[in-house]
Structures are given as structure tokens and as C-alpha cells.
Nanobody, 128 residues
Framework: QVQLVESGGGLVQAGGSLRLSCVASGGTFGSYVWGWFRQAPGKERECILNIWDSWTGVRTYYADSVKGRSTISRDNTKNTVYLQMDNLKPEDTAVYYC???????????????????WGQGTQVTVSS
């Protein structure tokens, strides 16, 4: 049974940093897409970053809202993906979810339907 567990959320002041972790168990994820989503109150869950291996190499996606302030990375030996967020803003307040889904040979993985497994989410609150 596949499980994803996020950690690292919390309360942080604007301008601060957080590092979220997501550990996967119960499967092998070498050819999977890892994604970070977030859902703010009253808003849709959105994909903010993802990472996967394509035949041309490692590919990543960064939403405009986090580009330049965030980094996604992974440790395949630990089945773990990380989200480093710097210069946090109050609008970054949301529940953050990690997800994994199969590599489909395409170049975009921002849809929720493309991911099969989800973590329970971790709350990030940024105070102004």
C-alpha cells in the first residue's frame, strides 16, 4: 500500500523559509512524477512544482507564483522529495500536498488527475 507523508509545515513570518519533505513508502517510484500542490482556503488545489525523469533528463516545472523562490529536489535512495521555499509571502498560506503519478511520456504534469497517490497535506501559514 503506497503512502506519502509530508512534514515540515508550520507558522513562519513573511520573508522566512521552509523546507517541506515528502516520504513515499509501499512502492518503487523510479519512473514516477513527483508533484507539490497547494490549496488555499476557498481556492482550487494547484500544482506549484513537479519533477520527473524524461528521456532527455530530469525535468521540472515551477508555477509562476513560486518561481524564483522555490526549489524542488528529490533523493531517490530515500523515496523522498523536498520543497524548499524562500521569501515566503502571506499568499503562500495553504495546505501543501505531495503526490506521485506515473510518467506518461508527455511534458506537462500539472493536473490533479495525473497523480495516483497523495499525502495527507501539511499546513503552511505565513504571517505578515
Amino acid at each position: 500500500q503506497v503512502q506519502l507523508v509530508e512534514s515540515g509545515g508550520g507558522l513562519v513570518q513573511a520573508g522566512g523559509s521552509l523546507r517541506l519533505s515528502c516520504v513515499a513508502s509501499g512502492g518503487t517510484f523510479g519512473s514516477y512524477v513527483w508533484g507539490w500542490f497547494r490549496q488555499a482556503p476557498g481556492k482550487e488545489r494547484e500544482c506549484i512544482l513537479n519533477i520527473w525523469d524524461s528521456w532527455t533528463g530530469v525535468r521540472t516545472y515551477y508555477a509562476d507564483s513560486v518561481k524564483g523562490r522555490s526549489t524542488i529536489s528529490r533523493d531517490n535512495t530515500k523515496n523522498t522529495v523536498y520543497l524548499q521555499m524562500d521569501n515566503l509571502k502571506p499568499e503562500d498560506t495553504a495546505v501543501y500536498y505531495c503526490a506521485v503519478g506515473p510518467y506518461r511520456g508527455i511534458s506537462s504534469y500539472t493536473a490533479r488527475s495525473q497523480y495516483d497517490y497523495w499525502g495527507q497535506g501539511t499546513q503552511v501559514t505565513v504571517s505578515s
